[in-house]
């Protein structure tokens, strides 16, 4: 298989991956699971799979500064899946995908600009992002509480994967060391408030086809194969192509939803989406340029 078939084969993994996160977010509510039993899958599996690799990684986690740690351990582990978990009752799964996915490129304009003092995406593409969460929103329905409140939350969960995006940059790590920072401190802190009986758990009483379901999403799809894949596509494609390839997540995660879910999207919410990611292409192609290969991990 040639560099750029590969490249492709990678980004295409990643695309199913991030939509499997977004509809088994929202698929939460359907299930006999709480969202703490879905945090304790989606951190442990991956922790245990990749315990035996952690003894060659530990000088690089050492070298880490804090605050970079501290924005890749925020801004993917624990803290965000939390945002998105209670942002998803309240919304669709095209929402979370577009809200979370395709707001991220403001949240990372923005800390650019604060941390770096680098210029972010182009304004018309963030604009293009903004009018198509308004639409997403009104495409809900009934504009209450509930829906402003659901998407405040995946909004603020955009910000969080924009500070994980900037601590990757700053941190400079491999794909399987900032994993690991992803991993073990969220899989210990869930596995410690699940002890302490501060979250309900239904994990013993329930059918193990549904762990098994949201084990092989959550723990193995999100948790280990899309940052794998994600870099090795990032390596052989380009940076700029990898991100506006991500554009098309929402999109995927609204037909998908659709025979999975059964969700039926409004226009305005079709609507929504293909703005988005209409926006985040936009924001990509205007800062066209070279870019690094991506640390193979």
Not at 269 to 275: F, H, K, L, N
Request: with cysteine.
């Amino acid at each position: 298989m040639s560099n750029s078939m590969l490249g492709w084969a990678a980004m295409c993994a990643a695309l199913v991956t991030w939509a499997g996160f977004s509809l088994s977010m929202r698929g939460i509510g359907a299930s006999a699971l709480t969202p703490s039993d879905v945090a304790l899958l989606r951190f442990a599996v991956p922790a245990l799979i990749l315990l035996p690799l952690v003894p060659a990684r530990l000088r690089e986690l050492k070298s880490v500064r804090l605050a970079p740690a501290l924005m890749i351990v925020m801004g993917a582990g624990l803290p965000f899946f939390g945002l998105v978990a209670a942002g998803g009752r309240f919304t669709s799964a095209a929402h979370v995908s577009a809200l979370v996915a395709g707001t991220a490129p403001l949240a990372v304009a923005i800390l650019a600009r604060v941390l770096t003092g680098q210029r972010g995406a182009s304004l018309p593409g963030l604009a293009t992002i903004v009018l198509g969460i308004a639409l997403l929103v009104l495409g809900l329905g009934v504009v209450d509480g509930r829906v402003i409140a659901g998407a405040a939350l995946l909004l603020a969960a955009s910000f969080l994967w924009g500070t994980y995006t900037m601590g990757m940059r700053l941190a400079a790590v491999t794909p399987m060391t900032c994993l690991m920072l992803v991993t073990y401190p969220s899989a210990i802190a869930i596995a410690l408030l699940k002890a302490s009986g501060v979250f309900e758990s239904h994990l013993g009483s329930i059918d193990p086809h549904q762990v098994l379901v949201f084990a092989g999403v959550q723990g193995i799809g999100t948790g280990i194969v899309s940052t794998l894949v994600y870099a090795i596509a990032v390596r052989h494609l380009g940076a700029l192509r990898c991100a506006t390839m991500g554009a098309l997540a929402p999109v995927l995660v609204t037909g998908a939803a659709i025979p999975l879910l059964g969700e039926q999207p409004t226009l305005l919410t079709i609507v929504g989406v293909v703005a988005v990611a209409l926006g985040v292409a936009m924001a990509n192609t205007r800062r066209a340029g070279p870019s690094r290969p991506a640390r193979a991990g």
